[in-house]
């Protein structure tokens, strides 16, 4: 496989008051409405930890802080990518009045139980988000003092 085809990505398991908050997206190769985590891939200059709130900030408008990591998820996409995807865990205690996506592919963002998500009429961008959901169910919570800082040669 060339390299140009393995991505490193970021995801946010995002509850609040027993809800999952899910972004509305145009999925990039069908161009259908999908629903996703805040999700998205690392830039050169960043950390994981600085690439998922970055992520966060800019596909919610919310600027939160990770509580736990999920583990790691895999998948080989029909365009034959490779997705190496880092699942976090925010617990906001409280969220603040009218945030909004920054990120203008973010068509709307939903606050869903599982039920309603499994209900609705709008897919789930791949089975990579329901399995984050599973593994916060799972009580899957893997300390942030676990992901070494970056280093710099």
Not at 8 to 22: E, G, H, Q, R, Y
Not at 61 to 69: D, E, I, N, S
Not at 82 to 111: C, K, M
């Amino acid at each position: 496989m060339s390299r140009n085809r393995l991505h490193l990505t970021v995801a946010a398991v995002i509850v609040f008051d027993n809800k999952f908050l899910l972004v509305e997206e145009r999925d990039k190769l069908g161009g259908h409405r999908v629903l996703n985590q805040p999700a998205g891939h690392m830039e050169e200059d960043e950390d994981v930890v600085t690439a998922i709130c970055r992520e966060v900030t800019e596909e919610t408008g919310l600027v939160l802080k990770p509580t736990a990591w999920l583990g790691l998820s895999q998948l080989r996409a029909s365009n034959q990518h490779t997705y190496i995807r880092v699942n976090f865990l925010f617990e906001p205690t409280s969220l603040p009045a009218g945030y909004q996506p920054q990120d203008s592919d973010i068509l709307a963002l939903h606050w869903l139980t599982e039920a309603e998500l499994a209900a609705q009429n709008i897919p789930v961008r791949s089975q990579l988000v329901t399995d984050a959901i599973k593994a916060y169910r799972q009580d899957t919570r893997l300390s942030l003092e676990l992901i070494q800082p970056l280093l710099t040669l």
